[in-house]
Each structure stands twice: as structure tokens, then as C-alpha cells.
């Protein structure tokens, strides 16, 4: 059973810039979600995709969209960076949707620093 | 809305002693609860969870975590701290009504001192 994988490991941008991350859920899991977590914080939920289709946003300007695939893999895209975006970006996938217990296995996150 | 919080940032703990991390949590309706690990530079492994039952959850890694909910608590122990238990500790809480996301707290560094 292969678990959840992220890319890349490390990213560096600059401020006004655009990114694309990337993950790819576990084996048999439909739903992915996705964490910011900034230095010294805990993770903060950015949103969550069931079946392609977004399921719950946290409290994040529109500039942070996703996407996920037939594969239920995602995309996190954020415009515009800002300095304050440079975080590790955790990506969570989980079996079910809305309703289920939604046990929830993490990647190893991707560092975007924002210069 | 959700929230948690755990009240120590740091713990220094000596090798072999025993180890408690505080959570407190606030929803209204009965919560799904969580206690993950993080390692340096990782993402977050999960130890134990909470859905309903048994108030007293036994985890990985010789952990277990107590529900009580007259005191919105869901702490964390372990008998015998091991040098490789230095980590982060995150405790979060989740709910259908809440569409599943999970509410984390700021999270506990535990230091182990050999």
C-alpha cells in the first residue's frame, strides 16, 4: 500500500509569484484535504476535495485554489504569493466524505518559502 | 466553531519518566479527537483516535489518551519516555457537522533529556 506523497520537497519563490503542489493520495482513498502550517503553528485547514469536487474551506483567501483528478490526486495552487505564505504545506488523504469518520493520513509536506 | 488548545509549548521530560501532554477542546456536539507526531521536517504521523466508546484509547508507540468530557480533555500519556519520543505533539479535533476538517492545537515540543 503506497502512502501519501508530495511534491516537490522544497520550493522557493518570490513574492508575486504563482505555485503549483502536488500530491497523491493513498491507495484506495478518495478524499484529499490540505494544511497550511506555518513555523512553530499547528496546521490550518485550507480545504478539502471529495470526488473531485471541493468539500470545505477553511479560512483562506481565494487566491489558494485546488484541483483533484480521477485518481483522486490534488493540486494546491496559490497566486500572488506573499511573504506570509512561506509555510509547510501538508497534504491528507482519507476515505469517505461528509458523514464518515474521515481518518486522516498525511504527507509529508512541501516547504514553499516565499522571498 | 472548533478550536483545541494545549496550554504547554515546551516539556522537558527525562528519559524513562512518565509523560502527560494536556488537551482541551471546545464543540458543542460530541467531537472526533486526534493526537498526532511530528519529527523534524515530517509530516504528521497519527497515534491514537477517538470516535466514540471507550474513553480510555490506546495508540502506537505506547501511548494512550483519556476522553473526558466533563472537562473538554482528550490528554495524552506514556508510562516510559524513550529519547525517541522527542518530537512535536498535536492534538486535533474533527466532526461530520464540521465536514470533516481537522482543528488543530498549537502543538507540544517535548524534549527528552537522557
Known amino acids: 500500500e503506497t502512502g501519501v506523497t508530495q511534491s516537490p520537497t522544497h520550493l522557493i519563490k518570490t513574492r508575486g509569484q504563482q505555485v503549483t503542489l502536488r500530491c497523491s493520495s493513498q491507495s484506495g482513498h478518495n478524499t484529499v484535504s490540505w494544511y497550511q502550517q506555518a513555523l512553530g503553528q499547528g496546521p490550518q485547514f485550507i480545504f478539502q476535495y471529495y470526488r473531485e469536487e471541493e468539500n470545505g474551506r477553511g479560512n483562506f483567501p481565494p487566491r489558494f485554489s485546488g484541483l483533484q483528478f480521477p485518481n483522486y490526486s490534488s493540486e494546491l495552487n496559490v497566486n500572488a504569493l506573499e511573504l506570509d505564505d512561506s509555510a509547510l504545506y501538508l497534504c491528507?488523504?482519507?476515505?469517505?466524505?461528509?458523514?464518515?469518520?474521515?481518518?486522516?493520513?498525511f504527507g509529508p509536506g512541501t516547504r514553499l518559502t516565499v522571498l | 466553531a472548533q478550536s483545541v488548545t494545549q496550554p504547554d509549548i515546551h516539556i522537558t521530560v527525562s528519559e524513562g519518566a512518565s509523560l502527560e501532554l494536556r488537551c482541551n477542546y471546545s464543540y458543542g456536539a460530541t467531537p472526533y479527537l486526534f493526537w498526532y507526531v511530528q519529527s523534524p521536517g515530517q509530516g504528521l504521523q497519527l497515534l491514537l483516535k477517538y470516535f466514540s466508546g471507550d474513553t480510555l484509547v490506546q495508540g502506537i508507540k505506547g501511548f494512550e489518551a483519556e476522553f473526558k468530557r466533563s472537562q473538554s480533555s482528550f490528554n495524552l500519556r506514556k508510562p516510559s519516555v524513550h529519547w525517541s519520543d522527542a518530537a512535536e505533539y498535536f492534538c486535533?479535533?474533527?466532526?461530520?457537522?464540521?465536514?470533516?476538517?481537522?482543528?488543530f492545537g498549537g502543538g507540544t515540543r517535548v524534549l527528552v533529556k537522557p
Open positions: 486535533a479535533v474533527g466532526a461530520r457537522a464540521a465536514g470533516n476538517k481537522l482543528t
Open positions: 491528507a488523504s482519507s476515505l469517505g466524505g461528509t458523514g464518515s469518520r474521515n481518518e486522516q493520513f
